[in-house]
C-alpha cells in the first residue's frame, strides 16, 4: 500500500494513559483530504479539490495545504497513542522509534482516524455548508440561498423527495449521498430529516404514502430524542382514518332522534354533508377544505371526536386560526403526497429558506369565512338529526374591518402598458419557423413550443382582458357557447360568449374581434378547427387547452389521448382544458418572463406588470372600459357584478388616476399658488 511521511517536527513518544489536550477542530473534509494525502496524493490538488481558498486559509497555497496536513496527522497520532488500542499503540511507537515519526499505510491510517474520532469537530446547524462539502457542491447550494447546514436540511424538508431538482448539477446520486450523510448527523444537529427525502420517485412523482391513513391524537405519540420535534401525521379527507374512540359512533353530541343520513360517524357525517355540493366544484374545494382542517384539529390537538365538541372548544379552534400550529403548516404538496398540510404557505408567508419553523396566518376574513362555514355545516347537521345542537351557534364571528375598497383594483394595468402588452404578446406569438433537420432540430423545436405557450397565454388574457372574466370562467369557458351575435353587423361583427360565473350566475358578454383571432391561431395549434361546421362537432371543446403536456402522473390522467380508429393518428380522447390554477400558474410564469425580457418598459411599468395576476386583467378591462364611457351598468353586467356598487369602484379609480395625473401636471410649474 502507499504511505506517507510526516514532514513536520519529530513526535515525542507518550506513555499509555498519558492526557492529550489537542483542539478537536477537524471534519470529515478534513480526515478525506488527509486520506488522500497519506495516498500521496499532492498537496496543490487536495487544496482545489477539497476546500476553498476563500474559506479556507490553510488552503491557499500547496506550503500551507501541506502544513496543515502534516500537523493534523501528528495530533491523530498523538491522540490514538492516548485511546487506541494496545497493538496500534505499540505499532506507532515502533514505528516512530525506527523512522522518528509514524509511517502509515491505508489500514494503519484508517485505525488511527477511527481511534481519533475526538479529533472531530461535531456538526452544528450553524456550520457554513462550505466547512463540511467539497467547495464546488458548497456553491451550487449557495446559489440556491442555502449557507448553512441547518438551512440545507430545512431546504429538503420543505421541498421534499424532489429537493435537489432545482439546484444545477446535483443529480439524485449526490442528493441521496448529502442526506445519508445528514441522517448520521442528525442527532448532532439536533435536527431531524423527513423520511421520504430519500425515497424512490416514479416519473418526477414523490413516493405516496398508503392509501389509507390513521391519525391519533398528540398525546399519543411517543416522544423521542428532546431535540427532535414530535412529528404528526396527518391526511386530507378521503385518506383519513382515525382510532374508533375518536370516530363520534358513540358522540356526545349525538342526537337520539332518527337520523335522516346514513352515517354511523363523523366521518360519514362530513362526506354526506360535502355530498351536496358535488356540482359546485369551487365550493366543493373549499369546504372540503375547512372541514378536514378542523376535523383534523379536533382529533390531532383536541384528542376529541367532531360530536363531542362544546363551546368551549370551538372558541379554541377560533384561537387557532390566529396562528396555526407549525406542524398543520408546509409547503403545498399533492394531497396524495405524504407531505401534504392542511394550511399551505403563501409566497407571502412562506419564511426564508433555512428556517426550521414554519407558521400561516389567515386573514381576519378568512378566519371569519372558517366559522361560517362550520355554524353551517353543524346547522345541517342538527336539521338532518345527527346531531344534538350546535355548538357553534354561541361563538361569535372573528372581527372584521370593513375595507373601503374590498378590491384590489390598482393592480389594473394603465392603457399605455395595456397597449404595449398587447403588441409585445403579438411578436413573440409569431411563428418560429418550421422543422429543420439535423442537431438545428432540437432548439427549433423548443423555439416552437415556447410560441405555442405564448399564442396560449395571449388568448388567455385577451379572453379576460376584453371580456372581463374570471380565471376560473376563462378556464371553464367552452367553444360550443362561443358564437356570433344577432347583434352585429356586417361591417362590425360582434361575438357573444355564454358562462357560468361566480354564484352559479349565468351571463352572456362580448368577445373583441382580437381575442376571436388569438383564440383561432391557438385552436390551429392544438390541431383543432375553431370554424368547423357545428354538425360535425368539431365546435365542441374548452376555448383554452394545453399544447404542452408536464410529464406528470396528474397531467396524463387529465390529458389521456387515445387511439382514432379511422385515421389510425393519436387524437385526445376527450379533450381537457386548462385548470383555473393551471392557467394562473401559466400566465405568472410568462408575465415575469416579460418583465424581465421585455424591451421599451420604465421602471414603473415593470413593477405594475410584476404585481399583476390573472385576475389583474379583468380589472384592467373594467378600468378602462370605465375610462372610454362606456355605461357603468353595461360593464356591471358584462363583468357579473351582482351589485352596482362594486362596479363603481372603477369610477372611482379612474377619477383617482385623472386626480394624480393632473397633479403630475401641476408640478411641472412649480406647484406654487400665484402671488
Same mark, same amino acid.
Request: proline residues 5%; contains cysteine.
Given at each position: 500500500m502507499a504511505e506517507r511521511r510526516s514532514s513536520s517536527s519529530k513526535a515525542a513518544p507518550l506513555n499509555a494513559g498519558e492526557a492529550v489536550d489537542i483542539p478537536r477542530a477537524f471534519t470529515s473534509k478534513d480526515f478525506t483530504a488527509l486520506r488522500a494525502y497519506v495516498q500521496r496524493i499532492q498537496p496543490a490538488i487536495i487544496a482545489r479539490t477539497y476546500y476553498d481558498p476563500d474559506e479556507d486559509p490553510h488552503a491557499a497555497t500547496p506550503g500551507a495545504m501541506e502544513r496543515y496536513l502534516t500537523g493534523m496527522l501528528d495530533t491523530l497520532v498523538q491522540l490514538a497513542l492516548a485511546h487506541g488500542s494496545t497493538a496500534l499503540a505499540e505499532h506507532l511507537r515502533a514505528s516512530i522509534k525506527q523512522h522518528g515519526q509514524p509511517k502509515l499505510t491505508a489500514v494503519t491510517f484508517r485505525m488511527v482516524t477511527e481511534a481519533a474520532q475526538l479529533a472531530a469537530a461535531a456538526p452544528h446547524p450553524d456550520h457554513a455548508i462550505g466547512a463540511w462539502l467539497r467547495p464546488r457542491l458548497a456553491r451550487r447550494l449557495k446559489g440556491e440561498g442555502i449557507v448553512t447546514l441547518g438551512e440545507l436540511v430545512a431546504f429538503c424538508n420543505r421541498r421534499g423527495p424532489s429537493w435537489w431538482r432545482s439546484i444545477p448539477r446535483i443529480g439524485r446520486g449526490r442528493a441521496r449521498a448529502i442526506v445519508s450523510w445528514l441522517r448520521k448527523q442528525q442527532a448532532k444537529l439536533r435536527l431531524t430529516v423527513e423520511i421520504d427525502i430519500d425515497s424512490d420517485e416514479r416519473d418526477g412523482v414523490p413516493l405516496v404514502a398508503d392509501e389509507v391513513v390513521e391519525v391519533v391524537p398528540e398525546s399519543y405519540i411517543e416522544g423521542g430524542a428532546s431535540w427532535e420535534k414530535k412529528r404528526l401525521?396527518?391526511?386530507?379527507?378521503?385518506?383519513?382514518?382515525?382510532?374508533?374512540?375518536?370516530?363520534?359512533?358513540?358522540?356526545?353530541?349525538?342526537?337520539?332522534?332518527?337520523?335522516?343520513?346514513?352515517?354511523?360517524?363523523?366521518?360519514?357525517?362530513?362526506?354526506?354533508?360535502?355530498?351536496?355540493?358535488? +356540482?359546485?366544484?369551487?365550493?366543493?374545494?373549499?369546504?372540503?377544505?375547512?372541514?378536514?382542517?378542523?376535523?383534523?384539529?379536533?382529533?390531532?390537538?383536541?384528542?376529541?371526536?367532531?360530536? +363531542?365538541?362544546?363551546?368551549?372548544?370551538?372558541?379554541?379552534?377560533?384561537?387557532?386560526?390566529?396562528?396555526?400550529?407549525?406542524?398543520?403548516?408546509?409547503?403545498?404538496?399533492?394531497?396524495?403526497?405524504?407531505?401534504?398540510?392542511?394550511?399551505?404557505?403563501?409566497?407571502?408567508?412562506?419564511?426564508?429558506?433555512?428556517?426550521?419553523?414554519?407558521?400561516?396566518?389567515?386573514?381576519?376574513?378568512?378566519?371569519?369565512?372558517?366559522?361560517?362555514?362550520?355554524?353551517?355545516?353543524?346547522?345541517?347537521?342538527?336539521?338532518?338529526?345527527?346531531?344534538?345542537?350546535?355548538?357553534?351557534?354561541?361563538?361569535?364571528?372573528?372581527?372584521?374591518?370593513?375595507?373601503?375598497?374590498?378590491?384590489?383594483?390598482?393592480?389594473?394595468?394603465?392603457?399605455?402598458?395595456?397597449?404595449?402588452?398587447?403588441?409585445?404578446? +403579438?411578436?413573440?406569438?409569431?411563428?418560429?419557423?418550421?422543422?429543420?433537420?439535423?442537431?438545428?432540430?432540437?432548439?427549433?423545436?423548443?423555439?416552437?413550443?415556447?410560441?405555442?405557450?405564448?399564442?396560449?397565454?395571449?388568448?388567455?388574457?385577451?379572453?379576460?382582458?376584453?371580456?372581463?372574466?374570471?380565471?376560473?370562467?376563462?378556464?371553464?369557458?367552452?367553444?360550443?357557447?362561443?358564437?356570433?351575435?344577432?347583434?352585429?353587423?356586417?361591417?362590425?361583427?360582434?361575438?357573444?360568449?355564454?358562462?357560468?360565473?361566480?354564484?352559479?350566475?349565468?351571463?352572456?358578454?362580448?368577445?373583441?374581434?382580437?381575442?376571436?383571432?388569438?383564440?383561432?391561431?391557438?385552436?390551429?395549434?392544438?390541431?383543432?378547427?375553431?370554424?368547423?361546421?357545428?354538425?360535425? +362537432?368539431?365546435?365542441?371543446?374548452?376555448?383554452?387547452?394545453?399544447?404542452v403536456i408536464p410529464w406528470t402522473d396528474a397531467s396524463r390522467r387529465r390529458h389521456r389521448a387515445g387511439q382514432s380508429a379511422e385515421s389510425g393518428k393519436g387524437q385526445p380522447a376527450k379533450e381537457a382544458g386548462y385548470t383555473a390554477d393551471g392557467l394562473n400558474r401559466l400566465i405568472s410564469r410568462m408575465v415575469t418572463e416579460l418583465v424581465e425580457t421585455m424591451d421599451g418598459l420604465s421602471l414603473d411599468e415593470r413593477v405594475r406588470l410584476g404585481q399583476s395576476n390573472a385576475h389583474a386583467f379583468r380589472h384592467t378591462f373594467g378600468t378602462q372600459s370605465v375610462a372610454d364611457d362606456v355605461p357603468v351598468d353595461v360593464v356591471q353586467k358584462v363583468l357579473g357584478h351582482a351589485s352596482l356598487q362594486t362596479t363603481t369602484l372603477y369610477v372611482r379609480a379612474e377619477q383617482k388616476r385623472i386626480f394624480e395625473e393632473v397633479a403630475q401636471y401641476y408640478t411641472g410649474f412649480g406647484g406654487k399658488a400665484p402671488k
Amino acid at each position: 500500500m502507499a504511505e506517507r511521511r510526516s514532514s513536520s517536527s519529530k513526535a515525542a513518544p507518550l506513555n499509555a494513559g498519558e492526557a492529550v489536550d489537542i483542539p478537536r477542530a477537524f471534519t470529515s473534509k478534513d480526515f478525506t483530504a488527509l486520506r488522500a494525502y497519506v495516498q500521496r496524493i499532492q498537496p496543490a490538488i487536495i487544496a482545489r479539490t477539497y476546500y476553498d481558498p476563500d474559506e479556507d486559509p490553510h488552503a491557499a497555497t500547496p506550503g500551507a495545504m501541506e502544513r496543515y496536513l502534516t500537523g493534523m496527522l501528528d495530533t491523530l497520532v498523538q491522540l490514538a497513542l492516548a485511546h487506541g488500542s494496545t497493538a496500534l499503540a505499540e505499532h506507532l511507537r515502533a514505528s516512530i522509534k525506527q523512522h522518528g515519526q509514524p509511517k502509515l499505510t491505508a489500514v494503519t491510517f484508517r485505525m488511527v482516524t477511527e481511534a481519533a474520532q475526538l479529533a472531530a469537530a461535531a456538526p452544528h446547524p450553524d456550520h457554513a455548508i462550505g466547512a463540511w462539502l467539497r467547495p464546488r457542491l458548497a456553491r451550487r447550494l449557495k446559489g440556491e440561498g442555502i449557507v448553512t447546514l441547518g438551512e440545507l436540511v430545512a431546504f429538503c424538508n420543505r421541498r421534499g423527495p424532489s429537493w435537489w431538482r432545482s439546484i444545477p448539477r446535483i443529480g439524485r446520486g449526490r442528493a441521496r449521498a448529502i442526506v445519508s450523510w445528514l441522517r448520521k448527523q442528525q442527532a448532532k444537529l439536533r435536527l431531524t430529516v423527513e423520511i421520504d427525502i430519500d425515497s424512490d420517485e416514479r416519473d418526477g412523482v414523490p413516493l405516496v404514502a398508503d392509501e389509507v391513513v390513521e391519525v391519533v391524537p398528540e398525546s399519543y405519540i411517543e416522544g423521542g430524542a428532546s431535540w427532535e420535534k414530535k412529528r404528526l401525521t396527518l391526511a386530507p379527507l378521503e385518506r383519513l382514518a382515525v382510532p374508533s374512540a375518536l370516530s363520534g359512533a358513540a358522540g356526545e353530541n349525538r342526537s337520539t332522534a332518527f337520523c335522516y343520513i346514513q352515517a354511523n360517524h363523523d366521518h360519514d357525517a362530513v362526506r354526506a354533508y360535502l355530498n351536496r355540493f358535488r +356540482d359546485q366544484p369551487k365550493t366543493l374545494r373549499a369546504y372540503t377544505k375547512e372541514l378536514e382542517r378542523f376535523l383534523l384539529w379536533a382529533v390531532v390537538l383536541r384528542g376529541k371526536a367532531l360530536s +363531542d365538541l362544546r363551546v368551549d372548544d370551538c372558541e379554541a379552534y377560533k384561537d387557532f386560526l390566529k396562528s396555526p400550529d407549525p406542524r398543520f403548516v408546509g409547503e403545498r404538496f399533492a394531497r396524495h403526497s405524504p407531505r401534504w398540510r392542511p394550511f399551505a404557505l403563501s409566497h407571502s408567508t412562506a419564511p426564508a429558506e433555512g428556517h426550521a419553523s414554519q407558521s400561516a396566518t389567515l386573514s381576519p376574513e378568512s378566519q371569519r369565512y372558517t366559522v361560517r362555514v362550520l355554524r353551517t355545516a353543524f346547522t345541517w347537521w342538527v336539521d338532518v338529526r345527527y346531531l344534538a345542537g350546535n355548538p357553534w351557534r354561541a361563538v361569535n364571528d372573528p372581527m372584521v374591518v370593513k375595507r373601503e375598497r374590498p378590491m384590489k383594483i390598482e393592480r389594473a394595468l394603465p392603457a399605455g402598458l395595456w397597449r404595449k402588452l398587447r403588441d409585445e404578446l +403579438d411578436v413573440r406569438s409569431a411563428d418560429q419557423g418550421g422543422a429543420t433537420a439535423g442537431a438545428q432540430w432540437h432548439m427549433d423545436t423548443n423555439r416552437r413550443q415556447n410560441g405555442v405557450q405564448w399564442r396560449a397565454v395571449r388568448a388567455a388574457i385577451l379572453l379576460m382582458g376584453d371580456s372581463g372574466l374570471r380565471r376560473e370562467e376563462a378556464a371553464r369557458a367552452r367553444r360550443e357557447d362561443l358564437r356570433p351575435s344577432s347583434f352585429g353587423t356586417p361591417e362590425r361583427p360582434v361575438w357573444e360568449l355564454t358562462i357560468v360565473g361566480k354564484g352559479q350566475r349565468e351571463r352572456t358578454v362580448p368577445v373583441s374581434a382580437a381575442t376571436l383571432a388569438a383564440l383561432r391561431v391557438h385552436w390551429r395549434d392544438r390541431a383543432q378547427d375553431f370554424d368547423g361546421a357545428a354538425e360535425e +362537432d368539431k365546435q365542441s371543446g374548452p376555448l383554452l387547452s394545453p399544447v404542452v403536456i408536464p410529464w406528470t402522473d396528474a397531467s396524463r390522467r387529465r390529458h389521456r389521448a387515445g387511439q382514432s380508429a379511422e385515421s389510425g393518428k393519436g387524437q385526445p380522447a376527450k379533450e381537457a382544458g386548462y385548470t383555473a390554477d393551471g392557467l394562473n400558474r401559466l400566465i405568472s410564469r410568462m408575465v415575469t418572463e416579460l418583465v424581465e425580457t421585455m424591451d421599451g418598459l420604465s421602471l414603473d411599468e415593470r413593477v405594475r406588470l410584476g404585481q399583476s395576476n390573472a385576475h389583474a386583467f379583468r380589472h384592467t378591462f373594467g378600468t378602462q372600459s370605465v375610462a372610454d364611457d362606456v355605461p357603468v351598468d353595461v360593464v356591471q353586467k358584462v363583468l357579473g357584478h351582482a351589485s352596482l356598487q362594486t362596479t363603481t369602484l372603477y369610477v372611482r379609480a379612474e377619477q383617482k388616476r385623472i386626480f394624480e395625473e393632473v397633479a403630475q401636471y401641476y408640478t411641472g410649474f412649480g406647484g406654487k399658488a400665484p402671488k
